[in-house]
C-alpha cells in the first residue's frame, strides 16, 4: 500500500518491503504454492546489501533496481533519492527521469554523499530527542516538509574510492534513525581497498543472489525478483 502522511492512507510507514516469493519445491506440488518474502524497510535500522558475483550480477543489479521502483511507488511523494553508479556512469539507474525527486550527482561520489550527511545532521540536531528518536517516530505535522532519504549504490566497490567508501559506510551506519537509508549491490568480483572490509556496515543485512537455500520443513525456496 502507498504510505501518504498528508493524508493519512496508513497509519504508520511501512515497515517491509517485497523481494520476491517463496515457491513451493515439493513434488507435485512444486511452484503452485507461494508465499511474499519481504526485507525491513523503514523504522528497522537496517543496510540492505545484495552480494553477487560472475553471471549473476545481472540479477543483482536487477533487484536492486525493483527494490528502488517498490520504494518509490510506496512513497511517491515522500522520497529523495540519491544514485551511485560510478563504474557505469549511471547506466545502472534508467528509471532515474521517471523518479519525482533525485540528487543531481557531482560525479564525486564522496562529494554527493556529504550532502546527504549533512542532512543527517540537520535531522538529528532539529527533529530527533527522546520522545522521537527516530524520523518516522516524529509527528508528521512536523515534518512535512522533510522526506526519507535512500541512497541506492549499484556496482559497489567497482570505482568507489576510500573516501567514498567511508563516507557511505558512515551514511549507512547513522542513517537510518533520521530515515535515510542504504541499499547496495556489492559485485563480489571486485576487492574491497586494504585495510576497509564490509563489516564496516555495522547493521547490514545480506541477500546472496547465488545462494538457492530451500527452507525446510515446508521446502520453500526464494525466488527474488527482476528487474521492472
Avoid at 518509490?72 to 545502472?92: E, I, K, S
Avoid at 550527511?117 to 522521537?132: C, G, K, P, V
Amino acid at each position: 500500500p502507498v504510505w501518504d502522511a498528508e493524508s493519512g492512507t496508513s497509519d504508520a510507514p511501512p515497515s517491509l518491503i517485497r523481494i520476491g516469493d517463496y515457491v513451493e519445491t515439493r513434488g507435485s506440488r512444486a511452484g503452485q504454492y507461494r508465499v511474499p518474502a519481504f526485507l525491513p524497510f523503514l523504522g528497522q535500522n537496517r543496510t540492505i546489501i545484495i552480494q553477487s558475483q560472475g553471471a549473476q550480477n545481472g540479477a543483482g543489479l536487477a533487484l536492486l533496481q525493483s527494490i528502488l521502483i517498490r520504494s518509490a511507488l510506496m512513497l511517491p511523494h515522500q522520497a529523495t533519492y540519491t544514485l551511485l553508479d560510478p563504474a557505469g556512469n549511471g547506466a545502472a539507474f534508467p528509471m532515474r527521469r521517471h523518479l519525482a525527486s533525485v540528487r543531481e550527482n557531482s560525479g564525486d561520489v564522496r562529494r554527493d554523499l556529504e550532502r546527504v550527511i549533512q542532512d543527517i545532521q540537520r535531522i538529528n540536531e532539529f527533529y530527533l530527542d527522546a520522545s522521537s528518536p527516530s524520523f518516522e517516530l516524529v509527528d508528521a505535522k512536523l515534518r512535512i516538509n522533510e522526506r526519507f532519504q535512500f541512497v541506492f549504490a549499484a556496482d559497489f566497490p567497482n570505482k568507489y574510492d576510500r573516501r567514498a567508501i567511508e563516507a557511505l559506510q558512515s551514511v549507512a551506519n547513522t542513517g537510518p534513525r533520521t530515515g535515510t537509508y542504504v541499499f547496495i549491490h556489492q559485485n563480489k568480483d571486485v576487492e574491497m581497498p586494504r585495510d576497509l572490509n564490509m563489516q564496516e556496515f555495522r547493521n547490514a543485512l545480506y541477500v546472496d543472489v547465488g545462494t538457492s537455500v530451500v527452507y525446510s520443513p515446508c521446502r520453500l525456496k526464494l525466488e527474488l525478483d527482476g528487474a521492472p
